[in-house]
């Protein structure tokens, strides 16, 4: 079985400063980990990905997330964040049949 | 750029009543899903679906669901009677193939209300 565990619900973070939101994970087989942004009213867009290779991942909007086996996690950060990086942010692990098991999401809010 | 598209946008039926939701994947996809998300909840994977039959489904998808592609665009959703704990956004998807994992594509999702 695989879960995923997101350990912010809400993470403020001013304008201009970093983020980084948290990600843990358990699986009993390989993982393919993924990183999706939900903006106010809107479907769900892929950030990033982690299939297999290189540790750190780089996806859109600057956006990079670590791949870390020993300690199951898969964190995303941003080194400057914008007001326009407000929403909700999810991560998830691809099961059989390519199905995602989505974390509970973090929300983050930006404020100038 | 090809996307998953989903109607009706917001859905709104009595308890009992049958809802059909729509959604016309990523033509050359070949895997689809449906996903739901209850207000202020996680997404939730139901039901995924290849080569026209279900390939996994999770507790939620019970009986009183079921999906179709009636006609090789189209791959629906059906509810045929919907309680209020049915109320949620619910989100299509559509991916490629199974054979190196790569992203799925969303649609905007369904906002089901049942009252």
């Known amino acids: 079985a695989q879960s995923v565990t997101q350990l912010d619900s809400q993470v403020p973070v001013f304008e201009e400063a970093p983020v980084e939101l948290r990600c843990n994970y358990s699986?009993?087989?390989?993982?393919?980990l993924f990183w999706y942004v939900q903006y106010p009213n809107q479907g769900l867009q892929l950030l990033l990905k982690?299939?297999?290779?290189?540790?750190l991942v780089k996806g859109i909007n600057g956006f990079e997330a670590e791949f870390n086996k020993s300690q199951t996690s898969f964190h995303l950060r941003k080194p400057s964040v914008h007001i326009s990086d407000t929403a909700e942010y999810f991560c998830?692990?691809?099961?059989?049949?390519?199905?995602?098991?989505f974390g509970a999401g973090t929300q983050v809010v930006v404020t100038p | 750029e090809p996307e998953v598209t989903q109607t009706p946008s917001h859905q709104v039926t009595q308890m009992g009543q049958e809802v059909i939701l729509r959604c016309v994947p990523i033509?050359?996809?070949?895997?689809f899903y449906w996903y739901r998300q209850i207000l202020g909840q996680k997404v939730e994977f139901l039901v995924s679906?290849?080569?026209?039959?279900?390939?996994?489904k999770s507790e939620i998808f019970d009986d009183q669901f079921s999906v179709e592609r009636p006609d090789g665009s189209n791959f629906t959703l059906k509810i045929r009677s919907t309680k209020l704990e049915d109320s949620a956004m619910y989100f299509c998807?559509?991916?490629?193939?199974?054979?190196?994992?790569?992203?799925?594509?969303f649609g905007p999702g369904t906002r089901l209300t049942v009252t």
């Open positions: 982690y299939l297999s290779g290189s540790t």
């Open positions: 699986s009993s087989v390989s993982v393919y």
């Open positions: 998807a559509s991916r490629v193939k199974l054979a190196r994992p790569g992203e799925q594509y």
């Open positions: 033509s050359n996809h070949l895997y």
């Open positions: 998830a692990v691809s099961g059989s049949w390519g199905k995602l098991q």
């Open positions: 679906f290849y080569n026209n039959e279900i390939s996994e």
